[in-house]
């Protein structure tokens, strides 16, 4: 008998073991193969781009899954895309940081099930606290306490904003010091919520204010554009949406199928957001947005980010992007576009965060204003927030 206690003491010991080692070595492995870039910092851009960008008073960009990979962004790495001190150094003042929960196994453009789970591995290899493991709305929860945790390990460098009060005080400080940067939570894809509203307000105390409505497969709140049935909007999407907008939560329509958008916009009694997007008119692919739903979201005073990526802009550098922000720009006005990278989504992004300069000298190149760059680079966003988020 005790030598099967012996036994099983050192198999406990040794898996304890090399359970360490993978939450070691593991996170930051798969981190760097994800994450990567197209053109490496440090960027060449013109003087005139580069005095424009660090003028402006604001940038802000809608859409980043840095919390996904469990990378200490108070400090400052040399792979991915975004961490607090290279927000710093690109004059960056918001980020908002959404939380992927769940991805299929052998994620494609055009037809995925929620059958399996990509994030589960990775959640639990991360080493973060078993109640996670298994469960996605707790999986946010965990998210966003880290966030929350570099927040506090930032020496007030950086803030989680969760009103328009808090928000406002953030500008106020900032004025006095550029070097302050702050970020919002939102939720990528609304199966988080595992089709209980008593779960909205769950992830509303963790601190999020937005919510993807769909990812890459259909869910209990609506279809994904990369779902099996791709439906519209269910009785339960309903009940969350209206509980969103009494909460003052942001709704986001990436990845939603064309349904879930068309029935949204006719349910929804507020502004909407699509947090990283490219559009059919520069990149014609099932992800994107078409003239015809850009102009209906724009009518109802929402917001477009656009991306960064080559699956969303059919490009890999900062001119694609600069292209299909101008025709957005041209077809629904400049107050409802804004920059929605999608940095650290898993994707190869044209540059990290400290290559947004490129894109000001892109935009210059197709003769854009600097008022109108402005707007793009960040305003749009701190007047969208300072409308619509909780008082
Ligand atoms: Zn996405």
Redesign the pocket.
């Known amino acids: 008998m005790k030598r099967i206690f012996k036994r099983l003491g050192i198999t406990i010991l040794v898996l304890a073991i090399l359970y360490a080692l993978v939450i070691q070595i593991a996170p930051g492995i798969v981190d760097k193969k994800y994450n990567q870039v197209t053109l490496k910092a440090p960027y060449q851009v013109s003087q005139d781009a580069r005095d424009l960008y660090q003028s402006l008073d604001f940038v802000s960009d809608l859409?980043c899954?840095v919390l996904l990979w469990d990378r200490d962004i108070a400090k400052s790495h040399d792979y991915g895309h975004v961490d607090i001190p290279r927000m710093q150094e690109s004059n960056m003042a918001l980020q908002a940081f959404?939380i992927?929960n769940k991805t299929p196994k052998n994620m494609n453009f055009d037809h995925n099930t929620g059958d399996t789970d990509n994030i589960t591995a990775l959640t639990i290899a991360q080493g973060r606290s078993p109640k996670s493991w298994f469960n996605l709305s707790e999986r946010v929860v965990s998210q966003c306490q880290s966030l929350d945790g570099f927040a506090k390990k930032s020496d007030n460098q950086f803030t989680v904003i969760h009103s328009t009060t808090e928000f406002q005080n953030f500008l106020n400080d900032r004025k006095k010091d550029k070097n302050l940067t702050a970020g919002f939570l939102g939720i990528?894809g609304a199966q988080a919520l595992e089709g209980k509203i008593k779960n909205l307000q769950k992830v509303y105390d963790a601190g999020v204010r937005m919510i993807?409505l769909a990812?890459?497969f259909d869910n209990e709140v609506g279809g994904s554009a990369h779902g099996v049935e791709k439906y519209g909007l269910t009785d339960f999407g309903k009940e969350v949406i209206r509980e969103m907008e009494e909460k003052h939560m942001l709704v986001d329509l990436?990845?939603a199928s064309p349904k879930l958008i068309d029935d949204v916009l006719a349910f929804s009694k507020k502004p909407l957001i699509v947090?990283?997007t490219g559009v059919k008119g520069t990149c014609d692919n099932i992800r994107n947005l078409s003239d015809s739903q850009l102009k209906r979201i724009a009518a109802g005073n929402g917001l477009i980010g656009i991306a960064m990526f080559k699956q969303a802009t059919c490009g890999t550098d900062m001119a694609s992007t600069a292209r299909a922000i101008q025709y957005t720009t041209d077809l629904i006005g400049v107050r409802h576009v804004a920059l929605g990278s999608?940095f650290d989504?898993a994707v190869t992004a044209h540059t990290d965060v400290t290559g947004l300069p490129l894109l000001v000298e892109e935009l210059q190149k197709l003769n854009l204003s600097d008022e109108d760059i402005k707007l793009i680079m960040g305003e749009n966003v701190k007047r969208f927030l300072l409308e619509n988020l909780e008082p």
């Open positions: 859409h899954d959404t992927v990528e993807g990812h890459f990436s990845h947090s990283h999608d989504g």
